[in-house]
């Protein structure tokens, strides 16, 4: 027994999210430069788990991983995160399986991606990332579809327009897609899994783009039609937070007009405010 540490990063949003027939599912957008790290220090002359206010989920997912290894012990919880919260970027997700992993650290238990899938959703709709690359995943479930690979270096010039979504209460909506809507999540996904198999950028902005078209029914992203203009313009593709409040432009990391982007973006939204993380623009 030890203090645990545990880290997992945060997403911008999601590639595609809809339904492969009637199954839910995403495919995850991992950021590595947004992360959520825990620290577990263990208490056994306690029983209860302290933990971040405001970090709830976390906390229970911490005390389920203990009962279920019949483990007796309190502890605290310290969390620090640099992900937006409410946004779409899987900051709650990542609290949980980072919290999670610091656990399991502390006792030397050695846990999978399944584990921490039964874990989380138990507590809320979860976004995937317990794995490290790319995967299709149904949220609803917890059960992964498919390991799709690693994404080619792309940079994402993003907007965050403000507000907040609840993502438990949004996935209780019935998304009402049409057969039309539910062809094109098949062809966005075959070809999202060809373009990353291939490393093809053409492939995956065209799939992340069709997703968010569709989900423009569902949640409405203000300034759409500009982010789908500027993408053609700049050959790049829409990517966006499904059940959030980020849009942006997923382009190659080696498209040489990123900072023209970056310029035309800031002008247009000259009200707005940026701030860099890594490969993503997102808004203060």
């Known amino acids: 027994m030890k203090i645990g ?30 992360k959520s790290e825990a620290k577990f ?5 306690s029983p209860g788990l302290i933990g971040p206010a405001g970090k709830t989920k976390a906390v229970t997912a911490c ?13 605290t919880l310290v969390i620090e995160s640099n992900i937006l919260v409410g946004k779409g970027m899987a900051s709650s997700s990542a609290d949980i399986v980072a919290a999670i992993r610091a656990v399991a650290d502390s006792f030397d238990l050695q846990i999978t991606e399944e584990i921490i899938s039964e874990i989380a959703i138990g507590i809320e709709p979860t976004d995937g990332v317990m794995y490290q690359d790319v995967v299709a995943y149904d949220h609803i479930n917890g059960r992964l579809i498919e390991k799709l690979g690693k994404m080619p270096d ?6 965050d327009f403000g507000d ?20 094109r999540f098949h062809e966005a996904y075959e070809m999202l899994r060809m373009g990353i198999k291939d490393q093809n950028f053409t492939l995956i902005y065209r799939a992340s783009t069709i997703s968010a078209q569709i989900n423009q029914k569902i949640l409405t992203k203000p300034y759409f039609a500009e982010f789908e203009r500027l993408a053609k313009r700049f050959n790049g593709g829409v990517v ?11 382009l190659s990391s080696g498209n040489p007009k990123i900072d023209d982007v970056f310029h ?4 247009r939204f000259s009200n707005q405010s940026f701030r860099l993380v890594n490969t993503t623009f997102v808004k203060t």
């Not at 966006?240 to 997923?250: E, K, N, R, Y």
């Not at 035309?264 to 002008?267: A, C, D, R």
Request: aromatic fraction near 8%.
């Open 5 to 34: 540490k545990g880290s997992c990063n945060g997403t911008f949003g999601e590639l595609v999210q809809g339904v492969l027939d009637e199954r839910p599912f995403l495919v995850t957008l991992p950021i590595p430069a947004l």
């Open 41 to 45: 220090i263990p208490n056994l002359e």
């Open 63 to 75: 005390k389920k991983l203990l009962e279920r290894y019949e483990i007796k012990c309190g502890g």
């Open 154 to 159: 792309f940079t994402i010039v993003g907007l």
């Open 164 to 183: 907040v979504v609840d993502t438990v209460q949004f996935n209780k909506i019935y998304k009402n897609y049409s057969i039309g809507d539910r062809k």
């Open 240 to 250: 966006i937070a499904h059940s959030g409040t980020v849009m942006g432009l997923l």
């Open 264 to 267: 035309e973006v800031s002008l």
